[in-house]
């Protein structure tokens, strides 16, 4: 690992730092470290009248289920403090329409893809596995368990070391042994650790953390919730300490485990903040509502952000932030020994 020598200065308008900006997520490289994050960018058309969407590490597309689904009722969306609430519930064409138009027109595009598959039922995930594994150009799936298992009283499939497991060995055993496979997570748990290593026991080559975290908004004039589905996923800058603990949580007891760290990522020093907890690349989501760029700007801001920390490659920073303190590095004042010692 290169020892960084950490300095303040910000680097000012110099041109673009020769750092390595290379991401690994088990097999799959990439030439940034920056993502979509799933269902923040569709599959990325609306995105490319903004920038090449190849010069992302990966286009991560919204959930597909099997069939084509409208989603939960209107209003679907609030906004909070510092991020917003959504209840979208996983609308979408269906698994044989994403084939057609979207990875389609992704693979002509020439974009990496990792493909996000959502179900009601393990049998469901272990289907969609089946199909995308006659497809070309998928380089990673992303599997998100955080649904209702309609065949246990609608417990979130994440939420018990079990059940997520069950899902991430089906996908696994039912896809093309080549191609990555990472459990999305949940931060609404209260031993996500435990989950973690139940879902790379059942052989998750990655993880990605974290998905959005439950919250409820009461509009204060109707003086009813907000959203029609009462509930919805809270995202945005307000999540991000949640997502930098959780990755921080998992790297502690998975040292080697590849991580896609989102959550609340609106700048360089955002996605450095998580790659220093364990993140060995970073999505972006509600951010891009705002600025359809900021996935460009955040590379760039990133790579300048590293350089002059001192880093030559981005897997080195990697993790950085579990190293011991350097205690030379750290002026200490002495404390004055009180006279009653
Ligand atoms: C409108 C919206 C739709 C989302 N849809 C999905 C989805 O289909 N699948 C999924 O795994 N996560 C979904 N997410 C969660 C994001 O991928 C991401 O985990 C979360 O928003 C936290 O990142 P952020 O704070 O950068 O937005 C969605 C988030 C938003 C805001």
Redesign the pocket.
Known sequence: MTRAVVRFDTGGDLPAPNVDMTATLSTFEMPSPILT????AAAGRELDQFFDVTRLGAM?T??IMMEPRSGRATPR?AETPS??L?S?G?QGPGVHAFLEQDLAWLRERGARVIV?I?GGTTQEYEDLAKILRTQEGIDAI?V?I?CPNVADRGQVFACRADSAAGVVASVRRSSDPSIPILA?LSPDVTDLATIAVACERAGADGLTL???TLGVVVDTDTMRPALAGITG?L???A??PI?VRCIWQVREVLPDIPILG????RSGLDALELILAGANAV?????VFRDPSAPLRIHSDLAVALADRGFERLSDAVSFAHREPDLDAVEVDEPEVPEWL
Request: proline share 3%; net charge positive; glycine share 18%.
């Open positions: 994050a799933s269902g923040c991560v919204k959930s969306i991020g917003m959504n979208i996983l996000s959502a992303e998100n955080s999305k974290i998905n959005t996923g995202s945005g800058p999540i991000k997502a989102v959550g609340g990522v999505s972006v989501g509600t951010t």
